[in-house]
Structure formats: C-alpha cells, structure tokens
C-alpha cells in the first residue's frame, strides 16, 4: 500500500511538475532558438515568459496526456492476467481450435482432466481424441455454427491419454478474425461422476438389482407404451404372467442364496427366448411379466408361451446341485382381454392361477369365465366375512374305528358353514377361501374350541375315552399364538390333552421345517397326538419324518378309491402301512367305503379306518345316537 503511495506520487510529480517545466523549457528554448535564427532579442526577458508560459501548458497537457495512457496500459496488463488467471485456472474444461481440429490452447484443467503435457497436447487434433461416434456429430455442429445457427448444449466423450473416457458436456461458439470463421471455443464440464451417478439411481429406481430385468415401474411404463403403439398400427400385444411353480420349495429348503441364483438364471433363459423389443420383467419373488408386442396374429403366443416354459424346466446348476422346475404362464391379449395395463396384468395373473391349478407347467389364456369365478370368489369373501360374525358355522365328527376291536376309538372334527340361503356348505369350498384371507385362524380357533367342549361333554356323558382330531391349516401352524391357544382351549374345556390329535399335512411340515419341528415339540410337550393328514399326497422325505415327534401317519382317501383295481395305489397303501411299522407310528386309512377295502387294509395290518361304510361326518347329537346304538358296525 505504501509502496503504491509513493509510486503514484512519483507519477503524479512527473506528469504535473516535470512535464510542464520540460514543456515551457522547450517551447522557451524553441523561441529563443527561432529568433536567433532570424536574429533578435537574445537578452530580453519577456521573450522568453510568454513561450514559458504557454510551454508549462503544453507540457502539462501532456503530462495529464501521459499519465492517462500509463493508467490505461497498466489496466490492461492487469486485465490480461486477470483474463489467463481465470482461463487457467477455470475448473470447467477450455479449449480453442482450429476450424479442423488442430489445438490452439487449452486451460490447465483440460490437461489434468485428459492427462495430456503441454508438448503432446501441440501435436493434438481434438477429432483424434474425440469418442468416434461423437465426431461427425461435432463436425455437423461446427458446420451449423458457421451458417450462423443456434446450438443447444452438447454431450461429448473424450478420451483421456490413459485410454478411458470421460464425458464432457458444454457449449461451443465461433470466434471470427477479420469478419472470418477463424476457430472454435468450447467450454466443457466433466459429467462423468454425475452420469455414473444418474444412470446408478436410474437402475435402481427401474430395474430388479437381483435379475437385472426391468422392475414393476417400468414395466408399467414399457406396457402403456406397448398399449398405445398396439393400438396405433392395430396390432396385438400378449401379456404373460409366469410363477414358477414349487419355487417356495427351493427357498425353503436350500436356503435363500440356492433361489435367488435359480431365479438370475431363470431370468437369463427369458431374456434368450424374446426378441429385442419385447420385454422381460420381474414383479417380485418368483413372479415374470412378458410383453409380446407388435404382432399381427395369435398364432405365435403359444408358440412363445411353450418356448419359455421349455427353457424354464431345463435342469438348473446351482451350487453344485441340479435343480429342476417348471412354471405355469397366464397369457392376457390386447385388446380383447383389457384396454389397458391393470386389466391385462390382472387378468393374464388370474390366467396363472388356471394354469397352476392345472398341475403347473402349462400355459394358459385368459377367458370370461375365470372373471367370473373371480367375482364368485369376492363374493364368496364377502359372505364369509359375515358367516364368522353371525357364527354361521357349525362342526361335524366322522367316526374313526378300530376294525379289530369293532369299536369307535375317535372322531374327526369337520367344519360346516351353514349359510341361509345356500344350506349347509362343505369345506372343500369355503376352506381355501378363509385360509387365503387369513380368516382360518380364527375359524379354527373356534372350531376346536367348540369340538373340545362338545366331544368333551360326549365324553362324560358315554363315560368313553373318545380321541377327537382337528385339522390344522398352514395359516394357524405360523400363527406364533398357536400352542397357547390350543393350550387355552384345552384348559378352558377341561378335555384331556392326550386324546386331542392335530391333524397337519405334509407340506405344512416340510415347508419350514425347523419352525414346524418347535411348534411340534411344544404341542407334543402338552401330551397332544399329532398325525400326518392325506399322507402320500405330499413330498415328505422319510429323512425328514423321522425327526418330527409325530403320532399317526393318515393314508390319503385317494388312494382307497381304487386300491382294488390300481396296483401302484395298492403298493403305496401297503408302503405306506409297513413304513408307518418301521418309524412306530399308528397308521389309520380315511375313505374306507367297501368292505373288499376294509378287508384289503385289514390283510396288511391296518385296523384303524374311517369313511362312509361306517359313517360320514355327522353333528354332535347323531353322532351321540350313533355311538349309543353302535351304527358304524350295523351292515
Ligand atoms: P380331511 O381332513 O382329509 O377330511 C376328510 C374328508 O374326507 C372330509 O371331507 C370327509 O367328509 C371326507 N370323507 C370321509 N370319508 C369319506 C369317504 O368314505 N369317501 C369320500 N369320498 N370322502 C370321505 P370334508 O368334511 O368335506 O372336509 C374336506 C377337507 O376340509 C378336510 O379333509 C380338511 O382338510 C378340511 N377341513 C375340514 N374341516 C376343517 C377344519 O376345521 N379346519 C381345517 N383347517 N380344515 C378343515
Ligand atoms: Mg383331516
Ligand atoms: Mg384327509
């Protein structure tokens, strides 16, 4: 500051004192000079004040002159590096080109950016470091700028002297010499990082980090696009709803990591069966959506549809093991299925489940009559809603013999929904309804409440120790609450645990194995029995079996329709009963309804039956009589 001071004290000092004496002495001297020349005055004083005079003017116009000009080139030495000060060290990326390329100057975070030196960075044409495909683009650009358009913004990748890209994105303008296009400036920003970053949260948002396919977002998005170009050029477009079938299964068993592999894979084979535009996403655990679009006629869907499944059930190689599934495919068709997306996935789901319920592995298009069913089932929620409200329910007992002994040893409690208008409805239809809404758990708690304090009063009043079974849905056995509540039940209808037999099915056990083997070991440790219901229908492993604390295995009524004529039913049934005899379970055969069964299962050691031959499943009071009269026995 100081220093500055005296600078400009020194310049100020030239500019008005020097200057102007400098000024009057010359103009003086000139004067002087001149009338020597033509000869006069030498020594007279005034000759020389007013030349002084008008020289100090002069000299300090010139000083005044002087000191502008100094001022004015000092500023703009200081612009200039002001100007390269911000040129270098500018943290977006500037060049200046020749109209075709060559280099002229870049700043110093290009050079750092792209790793090039100073000396490389001459011998540089920015078409040579320029991505290929973005070259005649950037050519294109510069053309349009001399025929003085407009440009937006644009995106470039360049490539780094290490071999890598970096994407650039800026702007480029014209700068003219002599009224002429002489190079090109740009001014870039390095978008690498944010790119990466979008195109991160892109496949996040859009797409299943398990499969890599598209997620329900975009499929959403994929199918109203499809929609609307369908209906634009008045072609078809299918939508297929695929489930694996059994996959649960794999998860449950093999563990997590097993099935999640077996689901990339399974993903890998449906990407392999579409062609380019049509898409693969998943919805979610074991559950693929297909969009077919842009065909003319139906004929090839099943085509597809068949492809897939074939694709789907080739063996799989997963953690050294071979896994074999299959899948069921729904398939809904635009437009004479729905109109839009909702309506075509619901109805290609609905279309699933047909196919499933078909055994699996098949494929299966959507029709009115599964909407209808649909609706059924709504409104059969719905009644159910207000059967378990107004009790609407009541409960049947099947006597179960003992063939040897011609006595009744137990009875099965059956649930029965006696509805108003409809008469008394049989399990088979209302069950699975409840057990998908959850209402089971409720049902069942009130049914063996109810079986417990009516089979108890049975009891006291035949004076006969008769074993009642109730059976246990797979929504009851995950209800956490299960064993104090049928520990509750047992306690409050003061019935004796041992002759309380829970009747589960194989699929109940084998699906979460370790959870059920607990449960078991906790109803087991309050002295209730526990059988296997419909035995030989499930997958169970013998393994397995062995290390439940169970009581009685329950042979499928399937197997009894025709054990006569079937020799393979009749080899399961007589497995069934020697294995029972190995693992020192009881075994009790259900849809006894002939006396060639009896006899047959009789011959193979199995005494225990229950079926129509003796009775069906009758309310509390006949069954009473029944058991009074001893009715099973009457032929
Ligand atoms: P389930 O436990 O296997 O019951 C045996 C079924 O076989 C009963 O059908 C019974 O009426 C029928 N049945 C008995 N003897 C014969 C015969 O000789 N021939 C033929 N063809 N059928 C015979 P129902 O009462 O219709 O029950 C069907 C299923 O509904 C039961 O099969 C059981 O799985 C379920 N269920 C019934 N009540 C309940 C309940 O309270 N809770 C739960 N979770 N499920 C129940
Ligand atoms: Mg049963
Ligand atoms: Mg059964």
Known sequence: MKCYGAHRLYSLSVDFILLPILGALLLSFLSVFQKIYIGAYLWRVEAYLFPAFYGSIAGGLVGVWSGRLRKALKRQVKLQKHYLDLFENASD???????????????????????????????????????????????????????????????????????????????????????????VRGIFRNISERKQAE????????????????????????????????????????????????????????????????LKDAARRLRICLRENDTAARLGGDEFIVILSGFKQLSNVPHIAQKI????????????????????????VYPQDGENAEILMRNADMAMYAAKYERGNGYCFFSEEMNRNATRQLELEEQLRHALIENQFEVYYQPQ??????????????????????????????????????QIVALGEWVLRRACQQVG????????????????????????????????????????????????????????????????????????????????TGYSSLNYLNTFPLDRLKI?????????????????????????????????????????????LSDLGCKAMQGFLFSGPVPQKELCALLRTGAPFRS
């Open 93 to 183: 990326l500037i060049q200046s080109v020749t109209l075709d390329g060559s280099i002229l100057y870049v700043n110093r975070a290009w050079k750092e950016t792209l790793g090039y030196r100073d000396d490389e960075v001459a011998q540089l044409n920015v078409f040579d470091i320029l991505a290929p495909a973005d070259r005649d683009g950037c050519r294109q650009r510069i053309e349009m700028l001399i025929q003085g358009e407009e440009l937006s913004p644009i995106e470039v990748s360049f490539q780094c002297k290490n071999g890598s890209a970096v994407l650039l994105e800026g702007n480029i303008s014209l700068r003219y010499e002599d009224n002429r296009p002489h190079s």
């Open 556 to 600: 499928d009524k399937s197997f009894l329709v025709d054990v006569m004529h079937d020799d393979n039913h009749a080899a399961i049934v007589a497995t069934i009963i020697s294995m029972a005899d190995t693992l020192d379970l009881s075994v009790i055969a259900e849809g006894v309804e002939t006396m060639e069964q009896v006899s047959f």
């Open 401 to 438: 013999i003992d063939w040897g002994t011609q006595t009744v040893t137990g009875v099965e409690a059956l649930v029965r929904w006696n509805q108003k208008q409809g008469g008394m409805i049989t399990p088979e239809v209302f069950i699975p309804v409840v057990e998908e809404t959850g």
């Open 309 to 332: 499944l074939d694709a789907l059930s080739q063996p799989y190689l997963v953690a050294d093991r071979e896994l074999v599934i299959s899948a069921s495919i729904g398939i809904s």
């Open 199 to 262: 195109l991160k949260i892109h496949q996040l948002a859009y797409y299943d980090t398990l499969t890599g396919l598209p997620n329900r977002i975009l499929l959403q998005d994929r199918l109203i696009h499809a929609i609307a170009d369908a209906r634009r050029f008045s072609h078809f477009l299918a939508v297929m709803f695929i489930d694996l079938d059994q996959f649960k299964k794999v998860n449950d068993t093999l563990g997590h990591s097993v099935g999640d592999l077996l």
């Open 457 to 536: 009063d049975m009891q006291r009043a035949l004076s006969t120790p008769l074993r009642l079974s109730v059976n246990l849905s797979g929504r009851q056995f995950d209800d956490s609450l299960l064993v104090n509540k049928v520990e509750k039940a047992l306690r409050e209808t003061n019935f004796p645990p041992e002759l309380l037999e829970l009747e589960i099915t194989e699929s109940i056990l084998m699906e979460n194995a370790d959870s059920a083997r607990d449960t078991l070991q906790k109803l087991n440790a309050l002295g209730i029995k526990l059988a296997i219901d419909d035995f030989g």
